[in-house]
């Protein structure tokens, strides 16, 4: 999530009705920089609030937070003491310093009329294509079949908007193009596995591991200061 989710990402959600609460567990994985890197994600939900605690595998705590909250929506980060918060309005003041973006062709995505079962979860493949390319590799389901709610989706869909948005106003700054894509837009299903390949070989890779319901402890989601 944090990689591409998280680095990667919209629709303004509707009020929905109230849903149990939710934790779903991922694993993602790649090569930065040439090294290998493994990361776990504990993700939280409950009544409009969602939570990622974000883990280096070896480690015993989790090095960063996000907390996506309603109303108005904002998202914090946080790692430590430190933490950064990312609202529409500051949204709005960076991607208008950041300049006017260059024109991308949209990525499609193409179906490939194959199917699969990761981590227990069966799911459809697709390729997400820029310029007739495959950028990514998907396996999506919907998110009925995961007992996913319409709430976490649109939760995770707007949270990651915010990222999404982030993402790509740094890259203009910095005059780089931006591959940065929100997974959780997608009509066709809920992503249960992605990767990217370069000349064969696997580069990077996030995997649902698991969906449970019950009770998530209302301290996940306080409200974190932030500095004046």
Not at 67 to 80: A, E, I, K, N, S
Request: aromatic share 8%; glycine share 6%.
């Amino acid at each position: 999530m944090v990689g591409r989710i998280l680095l990667a990402a919209c629709l303004t959600a509707s009020p929905l009705a109230a849903f149990a609460d939710t934790t779903v567990l991922a694993h993602e994985g790649g090569v930065r920089e040439g090294k290998t890197w493994r990361e776990s994600y504990a993700t939280y939900s409950s009544n409009g609030r969602i939570r990622v605690d974000v883990t280096s595998d070896g480690d015993s705590s989790p090095g960063m937070s996000f907390l996506f909250l309603r109303q108005p929506d904002r998202l914090y980060l946080v790692q430590g003491d430190s933490v950064s918060l990312l609202d529409r309005a500051k949204l709005d003041a960076l991607e208008a310093q950041s300049g006017t973006p260059a024109k991308e062709a949209a990525p499609r995505l193409k179906s490939l009329k194959s199917h699969r079962t990761a981590q227990g979860f069966a799911c459809s493949d697709f390729d997400l294509e820029r310029d007739g390319q495959p950028i990514r590799h998907l396996c999506l389901a919907p998110a009925k079949s995961l007992k996913l709610s319409p709430a976490f989706v649109a939760d995770m869909r707007d949270m990651q908007s915010l990222l999404t948005r982030f993402a790509t106003a740094m890259a203009r700054a910095q005059g780089k193009p931006s591959d940065a894509f929100n997974l959780y837009t997608l009509a066709e299903g809920y992503p249960v596995r992605a990767w990217e390949t370069t000349n064969g070989a696997t580069t990077w890779d996030s995997q649902l591991l698991s969906v449970k319901e019950g009770a998530v402890s209302p301290e996940l989601f306080k409200e974190p200061n932030t500095p004046q």
